[in-house]
């Protein structure tokens, strides 16, 4: 009855810039770190970005200096500012994070960069 949902994924032209949601809803009492991943396709995949319930955050190199994540504990949901996007950025990003003690994942949301 606990899940999480991302949101916000689009196409976008190189440079541009996206803000991805993720919602954690359902009989929640309980949420520990959260983390983005992204899976372009062919490819495994990789954590890009991780914050701690204290806000500590951690980073890819791929993404450092481009990406944000942040959260908002009250609304039960996680943020990634996404800002100067690549081509290589492409691909579906996945929301984690450890609900009521227990690992969860969420439904993916594409995000394309291309001119």
């Known amino acids: 009855q606990v899940q999480l949902v991302e949101s916000g994924g689009v196409l976008v032209q190189p440079g541009g810039s996206l803000r991805l949601a993720c919602a954690a809803s359902g009989a929640i009492f309980q949420i520990g770190t959260m983390s983005w991943y992204q899976q372009a396709p062919g490819k495994e995949r990789e954590q890009v970005a991780t914050?701690?319930?204290?806000?500590?955050?951690n980073y890819a190199d791929s993404v450092k200096r481009r990406f944000t994540i942040s959260r908002d504990n009250g609304k039960n949901t996680m943020y990634l500012q996404m800002d100067s996007l690549k081509p290589d950025d492409t691909a579906v990003y996945y929301c984690?994070?450890?609900?009521?003690?227990?690992?969860?994942w969420g439904q993916g949301t594409q995000v394309t960069v291309s001119s």
């Open positions: 914050i701690t319930t204290a806000g500590n955050t």
């Open positions: 984690h994070a450890q609900l009521n003690f227990a690992d969860h």
